[in-house]
């Protein structure tokens, strides 16, 4: 009975007063975990060390795999995974939670943690409509996530948008530039940042066309066989893939499933209407390369400032909370709904 005049009364608190209260709980659950861990105070030497332990990892597992002390699939699980670490690691860079008032070490971590994923946008670009997509988040002007193909309906069209770099500027680069053209003329930092991405995917459709003519021949049972030099280039191409391309591909696609499905889209007027909880086991093999994104995002949303570390750390307390007040929970069922929130989510 209790439960049930507390679920009552939870109801009829507007949006507003919903929010405030989701907002105090993770600022005290925060609180009370700086509290009892003290070293959670050195935020930016825990920042910087993620960023060189992640990209050392990196190329760790590299050197291994190129030694032939490592299987390739541990060389692309753990590169992926450490990738994970760097993007949110960009991702907290974006929102000023490290060295704020040290530019030059900020732009120092935000190159390293660009460099070993460099099959994104740079991160200065990426910071202006990042924070964008904070502001108009649900709305057509949303550049980053309608990019990753956010509020399109479901089809061979959205899956290309969220695995494929070049599919989602081909797709959705037309209709983002009409919806969003006066917060496109804004952006001051450019797209593109050096050749890095360019050769970054020079060298991914390379590996992609090489490997599948060779399986064609394969298949054809064809008498080709590679000698010489070109034998040795397309040995280096998949040491590249195994150590760099294919766990940069696996993280970035992860993310872009997860994260392009979690939010909503259309009529979204009010920071609570923007997520839903995505912690479904069946969204584990995903969650494994985003850093548990979709279970632990909507959090973000609430309070931008706490590192993603803390983040994690205060979800199992915070989930319930999230529940309770009414957010949606494995709402599957906007997925196929180009990420309209269903009648059964809008209380």
């Known amino acids: 009975m209790t439960s049930l005049v507390l679920e009552r009364k939870t109801e009829k608190l507007s949006e507003k007063e919903k929010t405030k209260r989701i907002m105090k709980w993770i600022r005290y659950s925060d609180s009370k975990l700086r ?5 959670l105070r050195y935020q930016n030497a825990i920042g910087f060390g993620i960023v060189i332990g992640s990209t050392s990892g990196m190329i760790l597992l590299g050197s291994l795999y190129i030694a032939e002390l490592i299987p390739f699939w541990i060389c692309i699980i753990g590169n992926a995974i450490f990738a994970s670490f760097l993007h949110e690691m960009e991702h907290d860079l974006i929102h000023n939670i490290y060295f704020k008032e040290n530019p030059r070490i900020q ?3 935000f190159w390293m943690a660009w460099l070993f994923r460099a099959n994104v946008v740079n991160p200065w670009f990426r910071k202006e409509i990042h924070l964008l997509h904070h502001k108009v988040s649900g709305n057509k002007e949303d550049i980053e996530e ?6 399109m309906p479901w089809g061979w069209k959205r899956i290309l948008v969220m695995i494929d770099p070049i599919m989602a500027v081909v797709l959705q680069g037309p209709k983002i530039k009409k919806d969003a053209v006066r917060y ?9 940042k050096g050749p890095y991405q360019y050769i ?3 060298l991914w459709y390379s590996f992609l066309c090489w490997g599948l003519f060779s399986l064609v021949n394969l298949v054809i049972g064809s008498s080709f066989h590679e000698t010489g030099i070109i034998a040795n280039i397309h040995s280096v191409l998949n040491t590249t893939a195994v150590v760099y391309l294919i766990p940069c591909w696996l993280r970035q696609s992860a993310i872009q499933i997860v994260s392009s499905n979690m939010h909503y889209y259309g009529e979204v007027k009010s920071l609570f209407r923007q997520t839903q909880v995505l ?3 069946l969204t584990f093999p995903l969650q494994l390369f985003c850093f548990n994104f979709g279970a632990t995002h909507g959090i973000h949303h609430f309070i931008v400032t706490q590192p993603f570390y803390l983040r994690q750390a205060v979800a199992p307390k915070i989930k ?3 529940k309770k007040y009414g957010i949606p929970f494995n709402d599957f069922e906007s997925i196929a709904h180009a990420n309209r929130e269903t009648n059964h989510t809008k209380g």
């Open 279 to 281: 912690d479904s086991w």
């Open 107 to 109: 732009n120092f971590l």
């Open 320 to 322: 319930p909370i999230l």
């Open 200 to 202: 970054h995917l020079l």
């Open 146 to 151: 309608r990019f990753i193909s956010n509020g």
């Open 184 to 192: 496109l003329r804004k952006i001051k930092s450019p797209a593109t």
């Open 35 to 39: 509290k009892r861990f003290t070293f």
